[in-house]
């Protein structure tokens, strides 16, 4: 489906690479969708194709990431919760980055944060149950009535796109009682409500996550968070969304949700691009998940990444024939998309950091090879501003590899992986284009022998990245020794191949 919505969408005939467009410290007062908007063309440049915005929506507080929405329908529009704009700019100002992304061949994704609400305009009393954090089927009190924020009335935007308010009827728990400031997480009662059933086992279940939990059951609230998916994708332009949470969110309504948009002919949209967070170590979970959807829908791959994690950790003790081991790429490769990092950096609740010096063959691994739609982390690619004065530096060289995939990864694949430290293969080129050989090294310098096939005999291939130098030229067999340095990745095509004038300039 990536394929489709990049082809369809942006009209790039080359490889497509997706670019998470924010950190969790990106800078906020506004300036976000400015800076976007003068990238867009280096970016376009590089190779990207896609880009996956931070939430766009109303959150509780102006300078928020997002994740703590307030109001669908507030793209920094009105005078709510702080001001008119978001942490990252005005409603003006993210369709303007949209629509210059647009003109350069980059789609838009949408992070859709649709599990939970903050920032309630009112309290209301209702009936609850308590329930054990570690086991939320178990009730640990009697029904009696608690003062919950629930009453959402966005007095800011008034009916404006929708006249849709919220209540306590339109949820299924919270985790604070305002008559005695309690926290705990108590189940909303009421006819028919119940947790949902299609979400993650753990905990028993694992529907509730934070704030004010949506019962996406009632079909108030069901109704209405379809007709914004709509509207937000026609409004700004955008190609697809980003769900947040998904393992909280009833599955069979993630479905509905994608199916209707994709449906709907007033979107126009049928090859609606939508991926989720299911942040899990489990390929046997993610892909019960997908497997239980009845349409395509893809996640990203957090096998993959704890795999690139311990890898790091662990250096020349981890086996590199082992590293697809348990992915969703090795057993839904249309559904994977690949990522190295994401904005759940340093300092955050799902803090899990690959390795400085593993991240240059990580990157290798997912933007080089066919299988997999890669994303790319801003802070991977610009660095990142926190936390609390501990920035991380940028993978050396990034732009290069994302280049590299733009210009050479393509054709018959060719895998070398025959030792435990040092794994290569070969890409084979198309009619259009050159190929490459990559080699990778999580231990010592180290070779592999590979064919890169009888046309190329004689020629002379050097590394792109100029981490390995030297020159080597290619036997009358078709086959070579390319090199690589120690903890490192080599990237060799060769010397007149098109467009390498262009690398080694990144900024």
């Known amino acids: 489906m990536s394929a489709d919505a990049n082809a369809k969408y942006s009209g790039k005939d080359h490889n497509y690479t997706m670019f998470q467009a924010f950190e969790w410290y990106s800078e906020g007062k506004g ?12 970016l376009a440049d590089i190779g990207i194709t896609a880009m996956w915005i931070p939430p766009p929506t109303k959150a509780a507080g102006q300078e928020s990431v997002g994740y703590d929405v307030y109001d669908l329908y507030d793209l920094g529009e009105f005078d709510q919760k702080g001001g008119r704009r978001t942490k990252y700019g005005t409603k003006e100002e993210l369709v303007e980055v949209v629509k210059k992304a647009k003109e350069h061949g980059i789609v838009t994704y949408i992070d859709a944060v649709l599990n939970h609400r903050f920032g309630a305009d009112r309290i209301e009393t209702f009936g609850a149950i308590e329930v054990d954090d570690n086991d939320r089927t178990k009730e640990i009190s009697e029904l009696y009535d608690i003062k919950g924020w629930t009453g959402f009335d966005f007095p800011g935007r008034g009916d404006k796109y929708s006249a849709f308010k919220m209540n306590f009827n339109h949820f299924t728990g919270v985790d604070y009682n305002d008559e005695n400031q309690k926290k705990s ?59 947040d949470a998904v393992k909280h969110i009833d599955r069979d309504f993630i479905a509905d949700f994608v199916k209707a948009i994709r449906a709907d002919d007033t979107v126009d949209k049928p090859s609606m691009f939508a991926v989720g967070e299911f942040w899990k170590d489990s390929s046997e979970d993610l892909g019960e998940y997908l497997a239980a959807l009845d349409t395509q829908f893809s996640l990203f791959d957090t096998p993959l990444h704890y795999n690139f994690k311990e890898a790091g950790d662990r250096g020349a003790e981890y086996d590199m024939r082992k590293i697809w081991d348990g992915t969703v790429l090795q057993k839904r490769p249309i559904d994977a998309v690949t990522l190295v990092d994401n904005h759940e950096q340093v300092g955050q609740a799902l803090e899990s950091w690959v390795s400085p010096t593993f991240k240059p063959l990580a990157y290798a691994l997912i933007l ?44 018959e694949t060719r895998d070398y992986f025959d030792h435990m430290n040092c794994v290569g293969w070969v890409r084979t080129g198309d009619k259009k284009r050159d190929g490459c050989a990559v080699v990778l090294c999580n231990g010592g310098e180290g070779f592999k022998r590979m064919e890169v096939g009888k046309e190329h005999a004689n020629e002379t291939w050097t590394d792109l990245l100029g981490w390995c130098e030297g020159e080597v030229t290619v036997g009358e067999d078709g086959w070579a020794e390319f090199k690589c340095s120690a903890m490192s990745v080599s990237v060799w095509v060769k010397k007149v191949a098109a467009g390498r004038e262009d690398f080694g300039k990144a900024s």
């Open 31 to 42: 300036v976000h969708w400015k800076k976007l908007t003068r990238l867009a063309p280096k």
């Open 185 to 243: 997480i108590y189940r909303i009662h009421g006819d028919g409500k119940s947790w949902a059933e299609g979400v993650d086992n753990e905990n028993q279940n694992y529907d509730y996550l934070m704030g004010a939990d949506i019962d996406h059951k009632h079909p108030d609230a069901r109704e209405d968070i379809i007709k914004w998916g709509k509207w937000a994708l026609k409004e700004l332009g955008a190609a697809g969304f980003r769900f």
């Open 368 to 411: 080089l090879r066919p299988d997999g739609y890669p994303c790319v982390f801003w802070g991977d690619l610009y660095g990142t501003a926190g936390p609390k004065g501990n920035p991380q530096q940028p993978v050396s060289q990034l732009e290069d590899l994302i280049r590299a995939r733009k210009l050479y990864a393509y054709g």
